[in-house]
């Protein structure tokens, strides 16, 4: 009798046992599913909002303008980023895939509960900033167009949206950052030398076919702070042609200047050496100034320099002082 009541004892707690572990694995796997959707619930409320996601190396064309300002079309033509109104306008081709990869690959702040809203508020209807991208992949083309409006204070962001279709997201400010460039900052004109004092050399300036040589300490400060003066951004031509030439004086040039400076190069030693070696060579940097120009009621002369495909223009005081140095200097043998 007492081995019944034992034995009944024992299977009413390995049962109770039982219950307890079914009730544990039970709340453990509610927990468990809580756990999982309170995870999911973040991820998603921390999920970049999506406005674009292409390949930047599909766009084919892409356009912007801001309010107010000339509209900028490029597209692409034998694998290079082209001036859509003048494919001979050399354009900085990084600058350019800077802009389709800043269009193609957009994320947004959030997006906008279009319910009972004030869209007037959004300035969607005359935007800041338009924006135009075309893609081309597997023979089909699609093409996008964003606009930009009025910045929200509370949001921290700008209203944007995609032509045709009825979302509205906040972005934040960084975009337009891509696209400030007039045609004249887009345009690829090359650097000019950097001339510092410990690689100036000397100056040959050259009016009326007579040459005049300088040198010293104050040629070479005076001629690095006009040096410092020719930007190659400032053009009025990218076409050094005969009639450009002679519509800017350059066909009989009024003078020409020739700022040398040194310049250390590494060359491979002869042949079977295992080291390199530095050598010093003196590179010239030579502009021919022109006419007189007006640009925004201010006079500037226009100039070309060697190896540059651009017309530039220098301002005036700058051509003048450099002709200045020819009247001061002695007549070279």
């Known amino acids: 009798m007492k081995q019944n009541k034992r034995t009944m004892t024992m299977v009413i707690m390995l ?15 509610m927990n468990d599913a809580r756990e999982a959707r309170r995870a999911e619930e973040e991820a998603k409320a921390n999920e970049t909002v999506m406005i674009a ?22 597209v692409v033509s034998n ?23 800043a269009l193609a690959s957009m994320g947004a702040i959030s997006e906008v509960n279009l319910d009972g809203a004030d869209r007037s508020a959004f300035g969607l209807d005359d935007p ?26 509370f949001g921290k962001g700008y209203y ?13 400010e960084g975009l337009t950052d891509y696209f400030a460039y007039d045609l004249h900052g887009l345009a690829d004109t090359g650097t000019f030398p950097v001339i510092s004092a410990d690689r100036f050399d000397s100056v040959d300036i050259t009016i009326g076919g007579e040459t005049r040589h300088l040198t010293g300490e104050e040629t070479a400060n005076a001629f690095i702070t006009l040096s410092d003066l020719l930007q190659p951004s400032s053009f009025v031509e990218h076409r ?38 530095t050598v010093e060579q003196i590179r010239s940097f030579t502009i021919q100034i022109g006419d007189p120009i007006e640009i925004d009621g201010e006079t500037y002369y226009a100039y ?5 495909l651009f017309i530039y223009y220098m301002p005036s005081s700058a051509a003048e002082s450099m002709m200045s140095y020819f009247s001061a200097a002695p007549e070279t043998d």
Request: glycine share 4%; with cysteine; aromatic share 12%.
């Open 128 to 153: 800041a900033w338009t924006f135009s991208i075309t893609y081309e992949s597997n023979g089909t083309r699609t093409e996008h167009t964003y606009i930009q409006g009025n910045y929200n204070e």
């Open 15 to 29: 049962c109770a046992l039982v219950v307890l572990f079914v009730a544990y694995k039970m709340a453990a796997s």
């Open 160 to 172: 944007f949206q995609e032509v045709g279709i009825d979302r509205v997201y906040l972005i934040v």
């Open 304 to 308: 070309t320099a060697d190896g540059y």
């Open 240 to 277: 050094i042609t005969d009639e450009t030439r002679a519509k800017y004086g350059l066909t009989q040039p009024t003078a020409e200047v020739a700022i040398k400076y040194k310049e250390t190069i590494t060359v491979a030693d002869t042949e079977g050496a295992s080291s390199n070696s």
């Open 79 to 101: 694998s290079r980023w082209t001036y859509a109104d003048d494919p001979t306008l050399p354009l900085n081709q990084t600058t350019a895939a800077y802009m389709a990869h």
């Open 53 to 74: 996601d292409y390949k930047y190396n599909e766009a084919t064309a892409l356009s912007y303008q801001q309010k107010g300002k000339d509209k900028i079309s490029m």
